[in-house]
């Protein structure tokens, strides 16, 4: 009888819990993914620079690259420059715009790539997407998804509470990501892969659902459990949709929009899921969800990420232009300025203080 499945682009390994990254080493190597030692390390001059001196005893046969930042130009600088020599694996070590340039010069040579990331900012760390800033503002790219991932929680809780708490928004704008897939699939018959909704889904929800908050290992465990599973559900779907809707659209019209004053990915994209859900008449849900991202520290206002109701009406109304084909609430609403700040205004006394 043949075995009727489908292989799923996933790690090979991942390891998420404290003092992982002392066994980055036995890793790499019981995994074969570097037989010989031979390894690029890419790391900021940051917090992944500063684990360069606990870490390089332990993979004597790395060259260590130093990164400038997180955009198309680093990006292809960092793989011009791993061309001179034969490497087995390319280690990003460091945030997610070192991550996102690891993925991208790693696929542009040919290399598989170890995710290291040193903080929580949000599901980038193991999908099958690179955001790099270009010239044109900020781009994404598809690039193969990590072959491994390690996640020290003892290095995360060592991160700026702001980029462990960014995570917890993206985390969560899941569960409006896929509300919005469904939506589609009502209206326009967009097809669902119910296993990468299931993925997303239950993701979103183990954050949400949680009591705990970022000084607890258990919590730590699920936010980087859920951020990875987000990550692979994407690749599942073979896109971004599992993961993205109307939430992720005003996040990028605020990059847009406003690309020296927007916060962070995962505050944007939080604040974002809890007024989509209040577009589409999930009223509790969208209360229920600011009450845990307020409960995290997390914005549900934009005047709490240092915008005007006014501004963040334009970025709503901006919105679907970000990402052009995707429907979502906001395509099927088709608001304009007047019912935006109408909602808006029906929104916050909604959430409340």
Not at 126 to 150: E, F, H, K, M, W
Not at 238 to 262: M, Q, T, V, Y
Not at 317 to 344: N, S, W
Request: contains cysteine; glycine residues 10%.
């Amino acid at each position: 009888m043949p075995v009727l499945t489908r292989l799923i682009p996933s790690p090979v390994v991942v390891d998420i819990r404290p003092g992982a990254l002392d066994d980055l080493a036995n890793v790499l190597a019981d995994e074969r993914i570097s037989h010989s030692g031979k390894l690029a390390v890419a790391v900021s001059d940051g917090s992944g620079a500063r684990l360069r001196e606990r870490l390089a005893p332990s993979l004597p046969g790395a060259t260590w690259y130093e990164v400038d930042g997180g955009t198309l130009d680093d990006a292809v600088r960092l793989a011009g420059d791993m061309k001179a020599d034969h490497y087995d694996a390319l280690v990003g070590l460091g945030g997610g715009k070192i991550i996102d340039c690891a993925k991208f010069a790693a696929a542009r040579v040919g290399l598989p790539l170890v995710a290291v990331p040193t903080n929580l900012a949000h599901d980038g760390l193991c999908s099958p997407v690179a955001t790099l800033d270009n010239d044109a503002g900020r781009g994404s790219y598809g690039v193969p998804n990590p072959i491994a991932v390690v996640i020290d929680l003892d290095v995360i809780r060592e991160a700026p509470a702001r980029f462990v708490r960014a995570g917890i928004g993206d985390a969560v704008s899941n569960i409006s990501a896929i509300a919005d897939w469904e939506l589609a699939n009502r209206v326009n018959g967009e097809k669902i892969d119910g296993l990468a909704a299931a993925m997303a889904r239950q993701a979103g929800e183990a954050v949400l659902r949680h009591p705990g908050g970022i000084g607890d290992n258990d919590f730590l465990q699920v936010l980087a459990e859920a951020l990875v599973l987000s990550g692979i559900a994407m690749s599942v779907s073979g896109d971004s949709r599992p993961s993205s809707g109307a939430c992720h659209e005003i996040n990028h019209a605020f990059d847009l929009l406003f690309p020296k004053r927007a916060a962070a990915h995962g505050e944007q994209c939080g604040l974002g899921a809890a007024f989509a859900m209040y577009l589409r008449g999930a009223h509790e849900e969208s209360a229920y969800m600011a009450r845990v991202l307020r409960r995290h520290g997390l914005p549900v206002l934009p005047e709490e990420i240092g915008f005007t109701v006014d501004e963040f009406v334009q970025a709503v109304e901006f919105a679907p232009q970000t990402r052009p084909g995707r429907y979502t609430i906001l395509e099927h609403l088709d608001l304009k300025t007047d019912q935006i700040k109408d909602t808006y205004a029906d929104y916050v006394k909604a959430i409340g203080s």
